[in-house]
């Protein structure tokens, strides 16, 4: 059976930082979700992080995790619980894609939003609001712990670049390495 550790976060949290740092000590592959949905669908995401069709990039991750992450023992998937839509509002993920992808446990990394802003600034070129981000930030946390209790799928919030002691061992307590 598959065991996905879902790492979820805003953008600019440092997700894939996270994956890359767990990935060297853990010896097990990290896929990003976005990747995984462009791979399906062979096209690029606008630079905005926006996303026009949230329910058919749901359906092609489903799709691209049974290609391409389904005969993996144990995986890393980064991504996120809600994202900005094309009218550049926080949107959730819907629950049934949580569901269907089966997630194992989920990791939430946060960080302090200026950080985060400097992060988006620097990599992206973009500069979002503070308010806005703290908003996305608090929902993807919110939401996070709700799917957790509704799904039973344990959860930890991380914050970002900390010791990751605590992470390791909430993953082995879950028998998830």
């Known amino acids: ?32 979700a976005s990747q995984l949905i462009r791979q399906h669908n062979e096209e690029e995401m606008n630079t905005l992080k926006n996303v ?27 991504g996120h619980f809600c994202i900005l839509n094309g009218e550049g509002e926080i949107e959730r993920i819907p629950k049934e894609t949580f569901e269907r992808m089966e997630i194992s446990c989920f990791l939430v990394l946060v960080d302090e939003v200026e950080e985060i802003r400097v ?21 993807e946390i919110t939401y996070a712990i709700e799917l957790s209790e509704t799904l039973k799928v344990p959860i930890l919030i991380h914050k970002s670049r900390e010791d990751c002691k605590g992470l390791y061992q909430f993953l082995k307590t879950n028998n998830l390495i």
């Open 1 to 32: 059976m598959r065991k996905i550790i879902f790492v979820g976060g805003i953008h600019g949290v440092g997700k894939t930082y996270l994956c890359n740092e767990i990935c060297k000590k853990m010896q097990i592959p990290h896929f990003s």
């Open 52 to 78: 026009i069709d949230v329910k058919k990039n749901q359906d092609a991750l489903i799709t691209a995790i049974t290609n391409y992450v389904n005969d993996i023992s144990v995986s890393l998937l980064d």
């Open 119 to 139: 992060r988006l600034k620097y990599r992206d070129n973009i500069e979002y609001s503070k308010e806005l981000l703290e908003k996305f930030q608090s929902e």
